[in-house]
């Protein structure tokens, strides 16, 4: 599977922005699919994560009530709606796609494949 981000950029602190992850390849609507980010200096971090038919989803503590994941299986997308931006979500996004049993995984090792990332920059 290929996964493209796209979406990111620079925006002030308090805005919204909605980045995107197109997937071509393997049946994509028999994966959970997850968002990661990387701030400069620090490890990728666990972002949000959506089930296979999109019923399920959790949010990082760090992002609940401002970000919001969906997909759509007939376009082959997941989306990340940011809002009420901060800073410190300034971060390369990755989005990434999981074949592991357990479906929503929150552990960057099970996760398959991953796309180029997208960045992110939230100005103060």
């Known amino acids: 599977v290929q996964l493209q981000a796209s979406g990111g950029g620079l925006v002030q602190a308090g805005g919204s922005l909605r980045i995107s992850c197109a997937a071509s390849?393997?049946?994509?609507?028999?994966?959970?699919m997850g968002w990661f980010r990387q701030a400069p200096g620090k490890e990728r971090e666990f972002v949000a994560a959506?089930?296979?038919?999109?019923?399920?989803?959790r949010l990082a503590d760090s992002v609940k009530g401002r970000f919001t994941i969906s997909r759509d299986n007939a376009k082959n997308t997941v989306d990340l709606q940011m809002d009420s931006l901060k800073p410190e979500d300034t971060a390369v996004y990755y989005c990434?796609?999981?074949?592991?049993?357990?479906?929503?995984?929150?552990?960057?090792?099970?996760?398959?494949?991953w796309g180029q990332g997208t960045l992110v920059t939230v100005s103060s």
């Open positions: 959506i089930s296979w038919s999109g019923s399920s989803a």
């Open positions: 390849g393997r049946p994509f609507g028999s994966s959970a």
């Open positions: 990434a796609v999981t074949s592991h049993p357990a479906g929503i995984t929150t552990t960057r090792e099970r996760y398959d494949a």
